[in-house]
C-alpha cells in the first residue's frame, strides 16, 4: 500500500513518520492473566499448547517485554488497559459484555496484568468494560494531557480489542503504531485478516523496528 503524506504545520506528516521525544506513548492492550495464562478465560478456555498461548508466551509477551523496557529506559509514557467492572456484581458493563457473559471484578487476581508487564507507578492502568478502550475510558483526556502524538499499540485480541483501539484512536487524531508481532488473536487467519482490514488507520512495523525508533530518542 502506497503511503499518503500532508504537510502540516509547515512538517511532512506520514503514519510512519518518525517518532517525537516526549510525544510518543505505548499502549499495552487487556495483558491480563485471565486471557494470558492457559485456561483461566471462562468463556474462551486456551490449553498451553494451543496455537493462540504458544504465540502469546513464545513471540508476544517477550515482544513487549523487549518495548516496554525501551520505552522505560527512553522516559516515554506507557499506558495499560485491562478488562475489569467498577463493581464487585458487573453491573456497570456494557451491555455486550453482559450478552457475552464477560466480567471480570474489581481487583479480581485473574484480572491482573501479567508478572512481566507489571506497571510502575507512573504508568496509567485503565479499566474498561468494552471492547473499544476509548468508549468507557477517559483515555483519550489522558493521552492529551500526555502530549501524546504517536501512540504505539500491543496486546491482545488482534481483532477485537485491539482492533477497537486501533481505528479510535487513529479517527482521535493520533499517528497509530500496531506492532504485528507483539498482538495475538485465536488463529493465524484471524490475526492476518485483522491486520488487513484496519491496516489503513496504522502503521503496521515489527517489534525491531518499533524498538530501534524508541531507543534513537534516547540521544
Not at 63 to 78: C, D, H, M, P, S
Not at 100 to 106: N, Q, R
Request: proline share 5%.
Amino acid at each position: 500500500m502506497n503511503e499518503f503524506s500532508i504537510e502540516v504545520g509547515g512538517q511532512t506528516v506520514r503514519r510512519s513518520s518518525d517518532y517525537e521525544k516526549g510525544r510518543t506513548s505505548f499502549l499495552l492492550v487487556d495483558m491480563q492473566r485471565i486471557w494470558a495464562e492457559p485456561m483461566m478465560d471462562p468463556t474462551h478456555p486456551h490449553p498451553a499448547d494451543s496455537y493462540f498461548m504458544k504465540r502469546v508466551h513464545e513471540m508476544v509477551i517477550p515482544n513487549q517485554v523487549r518495548i516496554l523496557n525501551a520505552f522505560r529506559a527512553a522516559g516515554e509514557n506507557v499506558l495499560h488497559t485491562i478488562i475489569e467492572s467498577l463493581t464487585a456484581d458487573g453491573r456497570d458493563r456494557s451491555l455486550d459484555h453482559k450478552l457475552s457473559d464477560m466480567h471480570v471484578p474489581k481487583g479480581a487476581p485473574e484480572g491482573a496484568i501479567i508478572a512481566p508487564l507489571t506497571p510502575t507507578e507512573n504508568e496509567p492502568v485503565l479499566p474498561k468494560t468494552s471492547s473499544g478502550l476509548f468508549n468507557s475510558t477517559n483515555a483519550d483526556y489522558v493521552l492529551r494531557n500526555l502530549d501524546t502524538r504517536f501512540l504505539i499499540i500491543a496486546g491482545i485480541v488482534t481483532d477485537q480489542c485491539v482492533d477497537m483501539a486501533v481505528r479510535d484512536a487513529a479517527d482521535r487524531g493520533y499517528l497509530v503504531t500496531l506492532v504485528h508481532d507483539a498482538c495475538a488473536t485465536y488463529t493465524p487467519e484471524r490475526h492476518e485478516a485483522a491486520l488487513r482490514a484496519y491496516g489503513g488507520y496504522c502503521w503496521i512495523t515489527d517489534t525491531d523496528t518499533v524498538v530501534a525508533r524508541i531507543n534513537a530518542l534516547k540521544c
